[in-house]
């Protein structure tokens, strides 16, 4: 077998392992698909029969039955022709829906269960991906599968059905001509896995080409501004068209190999239905044959090698899904490194004291990013992480939520490792607001009420005023149902930060997180926030990181990082007295650098 009809093969056993809970509907429709063609290559058969009648009359194959009247015989044909395409009408109607429903089920169960298992994955894994790829899988590549069930599987099964029926039939009237009828299929089948050998890399490289084009895309659409912020319109355009130039040469190779098959197949046809027209005849002027047997042969052999003619189309749609297919499992089968352990405990009212012992981290083995971090915070407190860009501040967040895990030490949320707590219920307690906001396409109300959409108007009002956000909502044109559009990008960006504000506040956490949370903010609005800042933070634990000091004079305790290690604590005022990094940076923000 070849390789690349063993990995087809091998995706098909895995498209199948997957599949199995929709098995009795897929075996339903397979029965359907073969009771069709069965149906279907009865007229043949028929006429065949009808010729003998025609011809012989009282010594024909159907007075044998014991129905010696001519008349009686057709009538009996013309009945059961009736029959056979009321049978083949069903089985058309019963396998149209059976293939296309189960199509459309198996399509969506795949899409949902590759969307909830990347919505599961690590944020290391996301850090080595292009977003429009993994779109293309999801949607393309299932669309894809969706195409081939529709039709590809249907016909692969009537192609047998018919190899089997035929030949049945061909070799109980005239064997020596059933070997002569049969002689093309061996090259047919050859040159299928042939072509199926040549396509296969080919439609791997395929679905490369469209998942790298789904990212260009994608990734322009979201920075369109910046795009037009520096009028690179036209390369842009350009990039896009060289992406989709390499989309449509991987095509063209592809089509190239799978079109040369089609004719390949007609000439072995021809040969096939030719030498069966000879010999049968030649069988009937000798004798040897009756002329009702040979009408049989003569259209059967038709009936028996057009269908293969199709091959090609097939072959091509099951290339194409089963490079979707192996694309759509390789993503649902990639391990989550981040799960809950077998006996993690959901966490319930915790009091928000939160512990780093020795805790050490690296995004990659040979970069260092946290040495033996020490934090002690205890429950409502408001700490404050300060220190250069990449001292570590944000890591340390994205390790109390799970993002990550530290290669050293242990973290604990009310004196319990958060490894040992059920994932969603820690996360589902501490409220994150990202210096890099993103909303949703809706209206203010939704993004507000994200955390909790069963949330009142009182309580989303509540929220959006601990936020400072009360007075621009108010002046937009429908106020909480004003339409923000996809990003948020019909708001600036301090209304946008002010948002996100309101949707943590709303999520009532016993665990507040603000990353910078009044960088897109002007001074106005940071003194607002600043003002409700107690008000935020009362109740609950605190974790403020900032690069306007001014904003965190007030925390409980500030802690200094430097290149990944924690080098002065204490409170604002002790930390400026103490004359070290705090105190400069403090200096150069307040202007007093030179004194």
Partial sequence: MTSASSNSFGALTRLLRYARGFRPRYLAASFCSVMNKLFDVMPEILIGIAIDVVVRQQDSFVAAAGITDP??????????????????SVFEFLLL???????????????IDAYSHVQQLDLAWFE????????????????????????????????????LAVGGVFFAVSPSIAFIAFTPIPVIVIGAFYFQRRAQPLYADVRERVGALGSRLSANLSAIMTIKSFATEAEEVERVSEQSRNYVQANRRAIRVSSAFIPIIRMAILAGFVATFLIGGYK?????????????????TQRLLWPLTDLANTVDLYE????????????????????????AVPLESPKGAIRFEQVDFAYRDDVPVLHGIELDVKPGETIALVGQTGSGKSTIVKLLLRFYTPRAGRITLDGQPIDSLVLASLRGHIGLVSQD????????????AYGRPDASEAEICAAAQA????????????????????????LSGGQRQRLSIARAVLKDPAILILDEATS???????????????????????????????TIVNADQIHVLDQGRIVESGTHDALVARGGIYANLWRVQTGLAGD
């Fill in 71 to 88: 008349k009686h015989q057709i009538v009996l044909l013309a009945v059961l022709t009736l029959v056979i395409w009321i049978g083949e």
């Fill in 520 to 550: 897109a903010v002007d001074n106005e609005t940071e003194a607002a926030i600043q003002r409700s800042m107690a008000h935020i933070s009362e109740n609950r634990t605190t974790i403020v990181i900032a690069h306007r000091l001014s």
């Fill in 320 to 343: 194409r899904a089963m490079a979707s297919t192996r694309r759509i499992l390789d993503l649902i089968e990639v391990p989550v490194k981040i799960r809950d352990d077998q006996d």
């Fill in 128 to 163: 080595n991906q292009r977003a429009g790829n993994v779109v293309a899988i999801i949607n393309d590549d299932v669309n894809q599968l969706e195409r081939f069930l529709d039709n590809g599987a249907n016909s692969l099964i009537q192609v047998a059905t018919t190899l």
């Fill in 467 to 490: 936020a400072e956000a009360t007075e621009f909502i108010d002046k937009l044109p429908e106020g909480l149902d004003t339409i923000v559009g996809e990003q948020g990008q019909k």
């Fill in 284 to 300: 009937v002027l000798n004798g040897t044959l009756n002329v009702g047997a040979y009408g049989v042969l003569v259209f059967l």
């Fill in 97 to 111: 829906v059976l293939w296309r429903n189960l199509a459309q089920d198996l399509q969506h169960k795949m899409r």
């Fill in 437 to 448: 906001v993103f909303l949703f396409h809706g209206s203010v109300r939704e993004n507000i």
